[in-house]
């Protein structure tokens, strides 16, 4: 009798599901960190204050504004610290009074000077004007914030992996949590702008693991049977904490209160250490026999079952016979790699496709707080479409081939983003559908993506292989956070046209994947290549 036999004996329990529930919930708040800084690092509306003729109260965007401003022709918005000059106009040799003479001819279009002061056309606070970083040219601070983020995480996950196998994955999720809600929360009193990168940085090491190792535990506590079921309404959560923060700075409107809204009940997560168990195979692979065993009598007591005496007996047989795997040595990897044509075109492709999906998928939900429209609201919206993604996901990985489940995701995020592009301005909300269209085909396919790699690569190298594409695949992580600067600078349409091309282009690519669905997993790079 293995474990897997010993948990299908026993149903699916309210130990069970409790335990899911709350690793829901740390699944939701994990992803408050990665997507924090589209919130506490998004631009704002503003331009310089005209004292010839601003008011006490002054509008942002008045009659006049065209004739003392220049317009950005890329976004069709006043430049943020640019100025027509002012001319003193003079009556009989007397300057007349300059608040006196706000018209077109009192501003000389054909020179242009900056100023230090400004109206803003919202009431948000961010880190633009608690920290003065002001115009245009300063704008690559800003996204810079999300490289910062995405660098934290690139180094936090092969060492949270570390944490994780040392120390439990139970350990992971809940010390993870916490440290990212102390990290976030001291982030909201930071003073200077690069204070606020050193928290950002740090934040973004600590939470990077968290999703992971909740994600093993939940699943690991359910039958084989139950886990396709229960990985996917746990995946719902995760969007949610998004949603959550978005309501939460539309609500609140100032990121440092938002922040502490949003990280402090983090703690509460350390409340876990009482009732949450720690991962069955973990503690298998640690010959903590007795402390499984703990577990599944709590599962089958949930159950109405007893577990029989014999199975510590068995556990301890099945522990024996638990094949600990390795990490390939790095040397032996390349071999792999290079030794074999099928094996090289895989990992490539395979790479391809996880820089396009991480590229995509992020850069969708930090380019939402720039489309037309309310910020919070687009922000909301395009996290709370991943709900009917992962259901949809569930079903289409059930019912349909890998291969072209994978392709159709690709094509149809692909098609959104160049729909968005090709729809006039004037009809917001369908521009919008199908933007959340994008990111609901995206968001599928990054679920499969997950299954269709694990079921290409042969067992020998499976998980050298898929953390090797994965690690690259954070290529797309990285410079998704760019995409806003790049729509500054250009317009806005340039990086969801980017998005669309290679969607389409990756959707292309995944016909040269061989098909796995229902097919016995490959064992060696032999089996690979046959089937190639």
């Not at 998004?242 to 309501?247: K, T, Y």
């Not at 409107?253 to 069955?280: A, H, T």
């Not at 007893?306 to 301890?316: D, G, H, K, R, S």
Request: proline share 4%; glycine share 6%.
């Amino acid at each position: 009798m293995d474990l897997d036999e010993i948990l299908s004996n026993n149903g699916l329990g309210s130990y069970q599901v409790t335990v899911c529930a709350l690793m829901g919930l740390v699944l939701m708040y994990s992803n408050i960190s990665p997507l924090s800084y589209a919130i506490t690092a998004g631009d704002l509306k503003y331009r310089c204050e005209i004292p010839q003729c601003d008011t006490e109260n002054p509008l942002y965007n008045p009659e006049w504004l065209n004739q003392t401003i220049p317009y950005n022709k890329i976004t069709n918005e006043p430049y943020k610290c640019l100025m027509y000059r002012y001319v003193s106009q003079t009556t009989n040799g007397t300057i007349i009074s300059a608040n006196s003479m706000c018209n077109q001819e009192s501003f000389n279009v054909s020179s242009k000077k900056k100023c230090n002061k400004w109206v803003f056309g919202e009431t948000d606070r961010t880190i633009v004007n608690d920290f003065g970083i002001m115009c245009e040219e300063n704008k690559w601070k800003l996204t810079m914030v999300g490289t910062i983020n995405s660098i934290g995480q690139i180094i936090g996950i092969p060492l949270s992996g570390c944490i994780s196998d040392t120390f439990g994955r139970k350990y992971m999720a809940i010390m993870g949590s916490a440290a990212s809600a102390i990290l976030g929360t001291l982030k909201s009193f930071t003073t200077n702008y690069y204070s606020f990168l050193f928290f950002e940085f740090f934040e973004s090491m600590a939470s990077c693991g968290v999703y992971a190792a909740t994600f093993v535990l939940g699943i690991e506590i359910v039958s084989p049977k139950s886990r396709v079921a229960v990985s996917t309404l746990m995946g719902c959560f995760y969007p949610i904490g998004a949603v959550l923060m978005g309501f939460a700075a539309y609500m609140i409107l100032d990121w440092r209160i938002m922040l502490r809204v949003v990280n402090l009940p983090g703690l509460l997560i350390l409340g876990y250490i009482w009732y949450v168990p720690e991962s069955i195979r973990w503690l298998q692979t640690k010959n903590r026999i007795e402390e499984m065993a703990k577990v599944l009598s709590k599962i089958a007591e949930s159950n109405g079952n007893t577990l029989p005496p014999c199975v510590n007996e068995a556990l301890i047989a099945d522990a024996k016979l638990t094949f600990k795997k390795k990490q390939m040595s790095g040397c032996k990897l390349m071999r792999t790699i290079f030794g074999s044509k099928e094996i090289l075109l895989l990992v490539v492709n395979c790479t391809f496709s996880w820089i396009t999906i991480t590229f995509v998928y992020y850069g969708l939900s930090l380019t939402s707080v720039e489309m037309s429209g309310n910020k919070y609201l687009n922000f909301m919206l395009v996290n709370i479409v991943e709900v009917p993604a992962f259901l949809t996901s569930w079903y289409v990985m059930e019912h349909f081939s890998r291969r072209y489940t994978q392709a159709f995701s690709f094509f149809l995020s692909g098609a959104g983003c160049i729909m968005v592009n090709l729809i006039p301005t004037d009809y917001i909300w369908m521009q919008l559908f199908m933007f959340l269209s994008s990111k609901y085909a995206i968001t599928i396919a990054f679920n499969n993506m997950y299954m269709f790699t694990a079921e290409m690569f042969p067992t020998e190298a499976r998980m050298s292989l898929i953390s090797v594409v994965s690690m690259i695949g954070r290529l797309g992580l990285l410079i998704s956070p760019q995409m806003t600067l790049l729509g500054a600078y250009v317009g806005q349409y340039v990086p969801i046209l980017l998005f669309g091309i290679l969607s389409t282009l990756a959707g292309a690519t995944v016909f040269f994947f061989p098909e796995t669905k229902d097919k016995k997993l490959p064992n060696t790079v032999r089996d690979v290549e046959l089937v190639g």
